[in-house]
């Protein structure tokens, strides 16, 4: 009997060893979960802030694109402009010689840049 006795201690030993390492086993399995469910909050959380930002910008840039579209001009042509001669008070085309022509062309090319920029400058 004493050595059943002795048997049946090592065994109780035994167990109580293995569910001691079982124990500990799922205390860290449940330390684990916690903090990867702690993580998934977070994850949550900040997916619900980046959608409310995103639905911010979205707002935003809806409202820059209607304003655009309304502060959008309309490109038209521009004219070309006949500018007159201070001393003599006739069109510049009626002036004899390259000087006219050449000047009418680099008015209407400085005026279609001053366009374009003040269309970049609306476009921003």
Do not use: W, Y
């Not at 500990?24 to 949550?44: G, M, P, R, V």
């Not at 304003?67 to 003599?88: F, T, W």
């Amino acid at each position: 009997m004493t050595n059943e006795n002795v048997d049946l201690k090592s065994q109780l030993l035994q167990k109580e060893g293995e569910v001691a390492e079982q124990k500990a086993c799922i205390k860290h399995l449940l330390l684990q979960h916690t903090e990867s469910n702690n993580k998934l909050e977070q994850a949550k959380t900040d997916l619900k802030e980046a959608g409310a930002l995103m639905n911010d910008f979205r707002a935003q840039l809806t409202k820059m694109s209607a304003d655009r579209n309304i502060a959008r001009l309309p490109r038209i042509q521009i004219s070309p402009i006949q500018p007159q001669n201070p001393e003599s008070k006739r069109l510049v085309q009626d002036l004899k010689g390259d000087d006219a022509p050449s000047f009418i062309k680099n008015m209407n090319k400085a005026l279609r840049n001053e366009n374009t920029g003040l269309q970049n400058k609306i476009n921003e």
